[in-house]
């Protein structure tokens, strides 16, 4: 009994210098800041030592060893290998093959000189001294390199006052939502009669277009109203720069009261969306966040290898109350908060179409299609890991699933469409008994589509044809009369759209149009330019029915040329047979592209993303690839 207690001590007090070294490390060689360095040094100090102590007592039970420097020698050896080998394949070389020479070499090196560090050790007459030494030493060290993270600066304003009679807006944006597949869009299965009901109380809009096909850099283009080359929020690693004025302070510069919410983890404020709202959520995981450090260190990519490795499942946000009834309760919740009688802002992102399909089982009756099923899950995640790793079309052809299978996955993700709008009915029924809907704009749209191998391809984020470029768009209010309009329109044409009716003044620097004159009956050409910021040049440009697109790939370049009166799949290229058009349409794409650049910061703001968001990531798709992250 004694030994084991004498294992346990001494591999707790080994665990904690290597938990305060580790934390000296990620404060040392990364740009984070840390609310509390030092007590977070501490938690990861203390993390470590509850290993450490049960390596100690396992080493107890399982050896001969009894002086207490043989444990703390063999315990610290053993964990400073492992912490350090960790950092040279996971961080020092990383992207570099295991086996490579130089990882080998500095693998070596480091297991030698652990090796000799913890014979030392078991050899040291008085083992605690060395390691509170380090242990020190690492806190220390933690305090001086790491600066507390500081609030920045808030200018002390008036309290402004909204005009009198200023609206609501309320604004609801359902993730991956093509618009091809809404009733209201000609789509043959009913998918969406509750905003179906909104479009026929409003302008439908029949060629609204996002400025980008995957979540982050289109969201970004909303609530910025700039184009992805000049907002730079085009990776998983980017947010959108502070020096932008956003929608949401655009609007609560205007007296509003502003709130968000959001189910998808691309869009949140760790990335920058949370900009002018007074509330956004979620605002945190919970608990799995209250030690920041500790998402940066060996602890959380042991986690990452279990969960790949092991099957251990980590906690991610689809394991949170995140779907639209969830989403909904949160909305609700907000209002019965509410003790202002400011008009109000909110923007609302549904996620449930996105992948992984998983609606709830009242939506697949008469199928035999199971709400969750692993088969078909595992059959999807593994064409979107495939179609990530060929070239884009034409380059390549990637293979669909089975025509049976391929069926069922979009069954899945009408039947996630027909939950959400079923949700949303629910939520604006919810606050009409309460109200609060009277003198409100209501504004649906989608900040990207999905692909289910129309050009060979699937998921979204690898092209801009029309069924991830492509969004609805459906605007009800005051003044508002019921009609379709044909222009081709933009999202980035919202921001000013809704600074008008909150009767705010525009930044400088946006590219958006206000819709303002399209929403009283003046319907024209329009145009709408998407662009994805990715190793490969992937544009497009609409110009009422005539949309061009330009496919690069190391080096090559295909242009097509679609009639969209005619084909509104893009099926047909008549690029060869209309070459001056062609022409025509590149020049005026170039110049949309160099436009779409004009107000570029100096360098994109970067963030360093721990394995808990990498989880919640590629849990929705996204990870691991160069193109979109």
């Known amino acids: 009994m004694k030994q084991l207690l004498r294992g346990c001590i001494y591999g707790a007090a080994a665990g904690w210098s ?81 086996f490579a020479l130089e990882p080998l070499i500095a693998s070596a090196v480091w297991t030698v000189a652990c090796s000799m560090a913890g014979f030392s050790m078991a050899q040291a007459p008085h083992p605690i001294l060395p390691l509170f030494l380090t242990a020190l030493a690492g806190h220390l060290c933690t305090a001086l390199t790491s600066a507390p993270i500081t609030p920045r600066p808030q200018e002390v304003a008036k309290e402004v006052v909204a005009k009198d009679g200023a609206p609501n807006i309320l604004f609801i944006l359902v993730d991956t939502l093509r618009a091809d597949h809404m009733s ?16 026929s109380q409003g302008i439908r809009f029949d060629s609204a277009w996002a400025q980008a096909t995957w979540t982050r850099p289109s969201v970004a283009s909303l609530m910025t109203s700039l184009y992805p080359a000049s907002h730079q929020t085009n990776f998983l690693d980017t947010r959108i720069p502070e020096s932008f004025t956003t929608l949401a302070e ?16 691309n869009v ?3 990335f ?16 799995v966040r209250a030690n920041a450090m500790l998402r940066f260190t060996t602890w959380e990519r042991a ?8 099957g251990v499942k980590i906690k991610t946000m689809n394991d949170f109350e995140n779907h639209a009834a969830a989403l909904n309760n949160e909305v609700v919740a907000w209002f019965d908060d509410k003790n202002s009688n400011k008009p109000w802002f909110l923007y609302i992102q549904y996620i449930d179409p996105h992948f992984p399909y998983q609606p709830p089982s009242d939506f697949l009756e008469g199928t035999d299609i199971e709400p969750i099923s692993v088969e078909l899950q595992n059959q999807v995640a593994g064409a979107i890991g495939s179609v990530s790793k060929v070239a884009p079309y034409p380059f390549a052809s990637q293979d669909a699933l089975p025509e049976d299978i391929k069926a069922q996955v979009i069954r899945l993700y009408d039947a996630e469409i027909q939950y959400c709008d079923r949700e949303i009915g629910r939520l604006l029924e919810t606050l009409r008994k309460r109200g609060v809907m009277e003198n409100t704009f209501v504004v649906i749209t989608s900040d990207h589509g999905e692909e289910f191998w129309e050009h060979q391809q699937y998921n979204h984020g690898h092209s801009t044809f029309s069924e991830v470029a492509r969004v609805p768009l459906i605007i009800t209010g005051p003044g508002i009369e019921p009609g379709v309009r044909a222009q081709s329109v933009e999202l980035i044409d919202l921001y000013p759209t809704l600074a008008t009716w909150a009767s705010s003044p525009l930044p400088q620097n946006i590219h958006g149009s206000d819709l303002s004159p399209v929403l009283a009956g003046n319907d024209g050409l329009g145009r709408a330019f998407t ?31 679609f009639d969209l009166s005619i084909d509104p799949g893009e099926t047909n290229n008549l690029a060869e047979s209309r070459p001056e058009r062609v022409a025509e349409l590149r020049e005026l794409l170039e110049q949309r592209r160099v436009e779409s650049a004009s107000f570029q910061p100096a360098q994109a703001e970067r963030v360093q993303l721990d394995g808990q968001r990498k989880a919640e990531l590629e849990n929705l798709g996204y990870g691991g690839e160069e193109d979109e992250e």
């Open 250 to 265: 655009t609007i609560h510069s205007a007296g509003y009261q502003t709130a968000g919410f959001s189910a998808n983890r």
């Open 303 to 310: 986690k990452d290898i279990l969960a790949k490795g092991f």
């Open 184 to 199: 209201s869009y000609g789509y043959p299965i009913q998918t969406s009669p509750e905003m179906d009901k909104l479009a």
């Open 531 to 561: 662009q994805n910021m990715k190793s490969d040049v992937l544009t497009s440009l609409t110009l009422g029915k005539e949309k061009l697109v330009q496919v690069e790939y190391r080096g090559e370049e295909v242009w097509m040329l």
């Open 272 to 287: 920058g969306f949370g900009q002018g709202f007074d509330s956004f959520w979620p605002s945190d995981l919970g608990s």
């Open 18 to 98: 290597v938990g305060a070294a580790e934390s000296a490390l990620v404060a040392t060689i990364t740009d984070l800041a840390f609310a509390s360095p030092i007590s977070e040094s501490v938690g990861v100090a203390l993390h470590y030592s509850l290993v450490g102590g049960f390596l100690g007592a396992l080493l107890a039970l399982l050896s001969k060893l009894t002086h207490p420097a043989h444990f703390a020698g063999a315990v610290g050896g053993l964990m400073f290998l492992a912490t350090g080998l960790s950092w040279i394949h996971q961080d020092f070389y990383a992207g570099i093959p295991l």
């Open 268 to 270: 949140e404020s760790f």
